[in-house]
């Protein structure tokens, strides 16, 4: 018997204010200066941070630390002419206690089950600094 996956959904309305609400009909403060552009970039970071936190306590890891940047290229792509995010960087900076000997592995699941960086056509390329020091994922 196939197992059914989990299914996570979300909705956001746009008042004809310009205000932001959620699923719930929570109002998101979103500054009215952010593009599309900005809150897609916020959502990959913060899915990421996410990804990793869950993986961190996972491993019994304490995060005492999370930070992250995000900047991105919209241009056209060569395959179809159209205007899409073709080039995109984080640097993300955590504090993990203990630090675990597969550091590498436990920042490359993060990255793997991040969603939003997985639902972007042009792969997001990380960069890792792990209590100070960067390290390759």
């Known amino acids: 018997m196939a197992i059914k996956a989990r299914e996570l959904r979300f909705a956001v309305d746009l008042a004809a204010g310009g205000e932001f609400l959620d699923e719930n009909a929570v109002r998101l403060d979103v500054p009215p200066e952010w593009t599309p552009e900005h809150l897609l970039l916020a959502a990959l970071v913060r ?4 990804s990793f936190r869950y993986h961190a306590k ?6 005492t630390d999370v930070s992250g940047s995000a900047h991105a290229m919209v241009t056209k792509r060569e395959s179809d002419e159209r205007y899409a995010f073709v080039e995109t960087d984080l640097a993300l900076a955590v504090a993990i206690d203990p630090e675990p000997d597969d550091v590498a592995e436990l920042l490359a699941r993060a990255e793997r089950d991040c969603f939003v960086g997985a639902s972007l056509t ?14 390759e994922a």
């Open 58 to 63: 996972r491993a019994s890891l304490e995060i």
């Open 47 to 50: 899915c990421l941070l996410a």
């Open 122 to 135: 042009a792969k997001p390329r990380y960069r890792w600094t792990v209590n100070g020091r960067t390290i």
